[in-house]
T-cell receptor, first 109, second 116 residues
Framework: RKEVEQDPGPFNVPEGATVAFNCTYSNSASQSFFWYRQDCRKEPKLLMSVYSSGNEDGRFTAQLNRASQYISLLIRDSKLSDSATYLCVVEGGGNKLTFGTGTQLKVEL | GAGVSQSPSNKVTEKGKDVELRCDPISGHTALYWYRQSLGQGLEFLIYFQGNSAPDKSGLPSDRFSAERTGGSVSTLTIQRTQQEDSAVYLC??????????????FGPGTRLTVL
């Protein structure tokens, strides 16, 4: 089993739609979780951290389910500019991050 | 302010040659990471430096890979006797400290390495 698993997509959604991605992780001892965004041929950038209680940043909501070892990202009112690959990132111990292969989102007119 | 910079942005080399990739982290950042990203793959951790501590080399795929960080700032990743499977984008990231919970990793634009 991969340390971090994501559905690669692509998710093709119309502008204004709500879309959700899930990610599962294997290390039950992981304490830190993040979503990064990576545009085509660009470097990854932190989108948001994921807290145990769930957290929201504008149109983006992240949730953590420790019991089932998955995290989710919900995007409301999708914009064309949201088109990117979303990387699920989990602390792997020793101050290292383990990156998923990413979920590709395409928002269309 | 200036972000993480990497050079060269692209490198094409022949199988068997050595290559050296450079990373300039954000000034004041004590933690520096090297990753590589192959087509369709996630980011693969290679090595991490934290201040003056011994680096964590646990992700280096073979002894052909080495890295150093001089003066706690600039880092170079060296790949000796390159192989075609080394072709990937090599990304460097830095963070203020190495406490993953609180410190964002800022990535450079990467070096795209192609081994012919």
């Amino acid at each position: 089993r991969k340390e971090v698993e994501q559905d690669p997509g692509p998710f093709n959604v119309p502008e204004g739609a709500t879309v959700a991605f899930n990610c599962t992780y294997s290390n039950s001892a992981s304490q830190s979780f993040f979503w990064y965004r990576q545009d085509c041929r660009k470097e990854p950038k932190l989108l948001m951290s994921v807290y145990s209680s769930g957290n929201e940043d504008g149109r983006f909501t992240a949730q953590l389910n420790r019991a089932s070892q998955y995290i989710s990202l919900l995007i409301r009112d999708s914009k064309l500019s949201d088109s990117a690959t979303y990387l699920c990132v989990v602390e792997g111990g020793g101050n290292k991050l383990t990156f998923g292969t990413g979920t590709q989102l395409k928002v269309e007119l | 302010g200036a972000g993480v910079s990497q050079s060269p942005s692209n490198k094409v080399t022949e199988k068997g040659k050595d290559v050296e990739l450079r990373c300039d982290p954000i000034s004041g950042h004590t933690a520096l990471y090297w990753y590589r990203q192959s087509l369709g793959q996630g980011l693969e951790f290679l090595i991490y430096f934290q201040g003056n501590s011994a680096p964590d080399k646990s992700g280096l795929p073979s002894d052909r890979f080495s890295a150093e960080r001089t003066g706690g700032s600039v880092s170079t990743l060296t790949i000796q006797r390159t192989q075609q499977e080394d072709s990937a984008v090599y990304l460097c990231a830095s963070s203020l400290e190495a406490i993953a919970l609180t410190d964002t990793q800022y990535f450079g634009p990467g070096t795209r390495l192609t081994v012919l």
